[in-house]
Each structure stands twice: as structure tokens, then as C-alpha cells.
């Protein structure tokens, strides 16, 4: 029976461990999503959120208890400033694990561990939507001559000139 085991100790060395877990930290706050085993995504589900709910109320105590895990300056500020105060009204379940399926070589479990309010949907909905704009834009405009066409025309005007 597996009772009271508190945690994954993933197959590492405590140090390791800790060190892995907070460099996943470090990049799940950068990007607000990272691509990871369904294992590693769990563990650092559990850090993560607690960093978030401390970093809700932003004070000097606070700040240093997340420096303890979060090493990178710039990462903690964005913790703080950025990340926090979007999740203010909302009490836990910051991190959500999309499912990926099995890795290829080793059949493990991938996921996709990103923050529920990431604004990287929007982004890439963003950029898919003046992508379409391009395309249409580039299909009403079939009518006018494009560069290739002009280029051609003038060869050709030129090669009736020469004659």
C-alpha cells in the first residue's frame, strides 16, 4: 500500500531534485507554459501554486520566501507584478496539465503544465487572426499586378523594344 508518500522523489538525489524543480519554476513563470512529463509537470504543479498564492500579496517577506526558490530577479519581479495580481480573485487552480500523449522513444507521459490565465493563447490568437487578415487582404488584392507580374510585363515589354 503506498501510504503517506508525500511526494514524487523522481528517480533523483534530493539536490537534483530541488534544483530541477526550481529551474522548472523559473521557466514556467518566463513562459507561462513548458512541454514536460506528466510526473515532473505534477511536482511542479504543487511548488508553483503555492509561489503564486504567497506572491498575491506582494511585501517584503513575501518577496524574500519566493526568492528562496525563484533565484532569477527579473522572474521574481514578473511574479509579482505581472503574474500575481492577474489570479487575485481567484483561490487556487493556477496551473492547468493539457495532455499530450507518449513521447516517442520512451513512451512517457508528456503535458503541457501552463498557467490558466496565460495570455499565450491570446498571443498566438492574435497573430492567427492578422495572418488570415494578410491572406485575405493579399486575395482581394489578385486583381492588381504583383511584383512577379510587373517584373514579367517589363521583360517582356523590354524584349519587344530590343526587336
Do not use: C
Not at 9 to 22: C, D, Q, T, W
Not at 109 to 121: F, P, T
Request: charged share 35%.
Amino acid at each position: 500500500m503506498k501510504h503517506k508518500i508525500g511526494f514524487n522523489k523522481l528517480n533523483r538525489v534530493p539536490a537534483h531534485r530541488k534544483a530541477l524543480i526550481r529551474n522548472m519554476m523559473t521557466v514556467l513563470f518566463k513562459h507561462e507554459r513548458i512541454e514536460t512529463t506528466r510526473a515532473k509537470a505534477k511536482e511542479v504543479q504543487r511548488f508553483s501554486e503555492k509561489e503564486i498564492t504567497r506572491a498575491k500579496v506582494d511585501s517584503v517577506h513575501n518577496r524574500r520566501m519566493v526568492a528562496r526558490k525563484l533565484w532569477d530577479a527579473g522572474i521574481l519581479n514578473k511574479l509579482f507584478v505581472d503574474i500575481a495580481p492577474r489570479f487575485k480573485e481567484r483561490n487556487g487552480g493556477y496551473t492547468r496539465i493539457l495532455r499530450l500523449g507518449a513521447r516517442a522513444h520512451d513512451a512517457a507521459d508528456m503535458v503541457i503544465l501552463e498557467l490558466v490565465d496565460s495570455n499565450v493563447g491570446a498571443i498566438k490568437a492574435e497573430k492567427k487572426a492578422e495572418s488570415k487578415a494578410k491572406r485575405e487582404e493579399r486575395k482581394a488584392g489578385s486583381e492588381t499586378p504583383t511584383k512577379k507580374t510587373k517584373a514579367k510585363a517589363t521583360n517582356a515589354a523590354q524584349a519587344v523594344a530590343a526587336t
